[in-house]
């Protein structure tokens, strides 16, 4: 089994109006074999100095393997010059055990301004690629290494944009020179390795997702690369959902807190946020709004959210309670409503929830709730009701999807969670992620022991979605626990990411 094995090299020297530079590009690929590794390329230019350069994961590889690249530039000044020829070798760490592709103790070798190197001698090379898909890209190049032997008479990329449903073709072309919009100059088109680069650029448009495959033929004969029969595979970014009961000002550090969330949000790149327990000092009933949670977490963030918050009633006699919306897409649409028999300010089972419709780039418009619902024997059963009548009323052919999100105080398993599951309308998410056996059995085939597959789940913050929605869930991860950015309330975060089918 090879743990890590290089997959190629560039060396490309570019001449720009601020200067000469010469960059690196390792690609390698490796088993994974832990969660916690580390990747390094150890490498040496002209000068002899040795050197570890870290690598990054760059994508998947099937079910258990992995890209990784690791990337370097210099600058040619009168005080540094360039690498030149580079002799290098591949290190991985995972489970306290070293893994090394070090080309059967000789090294590799990459000359300088030599382009691209396959060790392999694989035939066809997609190189360049990325599984991600710029946000206002309409196109998605496809740059393929072709052994210059094969004397390729035609290059062409097989892509689809729904999963094979449809397909197209794009060719590729060869050219000595080339503008390569990554480095913003032009490039010659180097063959010192035998290896031609041909270029394609797929009309991608607003597609979410891409999959891919290069032939080239030559002498009547086809030569592939699907990416070790895996196809190569690109995406937008999914849209990512987080839900946290804010526990209404009752923490301890409650200031260090709001900015711990506020991070969380900024670095995990959250698209819309539910909170619930959002308070603000109670000022006789007008409310307070620089001491609002909501508002001071979304002052916080790098670069503030839209907001939307309604308050329900006076919690723990100081403040006003309710919930919240952050979102970094423009809210179309807003409301809040009673979904409680009590509208008294004074009564906590006075429940009121928020709902936002917005347009998530490459997937469509959503409409997205924040609830907090009372327990089963204060109301649940009729706020539910309520807030299912509602978001119906709120569907449209525009819409793809219905989140109802936020602190349901329904154990999973209960007789509440048993409500939900029987309006066979709206289906838990994260159970989705995360347990896909017990989520069949719960919500797709009723199983009668349903419960015995949530004895040990003691959630009561959900997203559910509708079933007949546009979208799937990809994850779901738990956040806010002492591994995870540490405790910020009496509940954890749930984040989750969603995709269309």
Known sequence: MNEIQ?????????????????????????????????????????????????????????????????????????????????????????EEVEYWDNNQGRNYSSQADSGIDVPSRQPVQVVGFSSAMPESRKYTPVTVAIDQALAAEKVTVHWTTDNWRHTHQTACHFKRTYWDKELQSNARNPNQYGRELWKGWLKTGSAFRLHYTVAAESQGKVYWDNNHGNNYAASRKPLKILILNLHCYQEDNQDAKFSKIAEAIDELDVDIVCFQEVAELWNDGRGDWPSNSANIINGRLKKPYHLYTDWSHLGFDKYREGVAILSRLPLLHQESRYVSDSHDPYDIHARKVVMAQVEAPHIGRLNVFSAHLSWWEDGFQSQFNRLREWAGSKRSQAVVGTLLCGDFNIAAGSKGYRHVIDTKEYEDQFLSANAHGAFEKIFRVNDPYWSNYLADDYRIDYIFMNKDSGLFVTSGRVLFTPEDYGQVSDHCGYLMTFEPH
């Not at 690196?24 to 390094?40: C, G, P, R, Y």
């Not at 099937?62 to 690498?83: C, D, K, M, V």
Request: proline letters at 2%.
């Open 6 to 94: 290089l997959q190629y090299v560039e060396n490309v020297i570019t001449r720009k109006k601020r200067g000469v530079q010469q960059h690196l590009t390792f690609l390698m690929a490796i088993e994974n074999l832990s969660f916690h590794k580390q990747v390094d390329v150890l490498w040496a230019g002209e000068d002899g100095a040795w050197h570890t350069l870290p690598a990054r994961f760059h994508g998947k590889l099937g079910q258990n393997r992995e890209y990784w690249q690791a990337h370097i530039q210099f600058q040619l000044t009168a005080l540094q010059s360039l690498p030149g020829n580079v002799t290098f070798c591949l290190r991985y760490r995972a």
